[in-house]
């Protein structure tokens, strides 16, 4: 039982790297959503969390910059709207808490 949980467990982490941009209701969460995920990007799905894949995995950074640090930001406002908003849709509370953990993969946090 405890194999087919850590299998699983890791099943969702890769599922986590690639996922899309999550559609999200909520005004601020968009807003949030629309910092971390850049349309037609090159890098993956366009989350940070592929940019500091790329870059950890390549050493070359994505568009100039480097992804780790507004990686770490991007978790402070995540974390904030969970907290704030404990009666948000469960879809949007699921998309901020995967996206909080794919960014804390990417950052092998």
Do not use: C
Not at 35 to 51: D, E, L, V
Not at 70 to 75: L, Q, R, V, Y
């Amino acid at each position: 039982v405890a194999y087919n949980r850590a299998a699983f467990e890791e099943y969702k982490t890769v599922l986590r790297a690639q996922m899309e941009k999550p559609h999200v209701v909520d005004p601020g969460l968009v807003k949030i959503v629309n910092r971390i995920y850049k349309p037609q990007a090159k890098i993956g799905s366009g989350s940070t969390a592929a940019a500091i894949r790329h870059e950890l995995a390549t050493g070359e950074k994505v568009f100039d910059k480097l992804h780790s640090q507004k990686g770490k930001n991007m978790i402070i406002p995540l974390e904030k709207w969970l907290k704030n908003n404990p009666a948000a849709t469960l879809g949007d509370r699921a998309a901020a808490e995967n996206i909080i953990k794919d960014l804390r993969n990417a950052l092998g946090e």
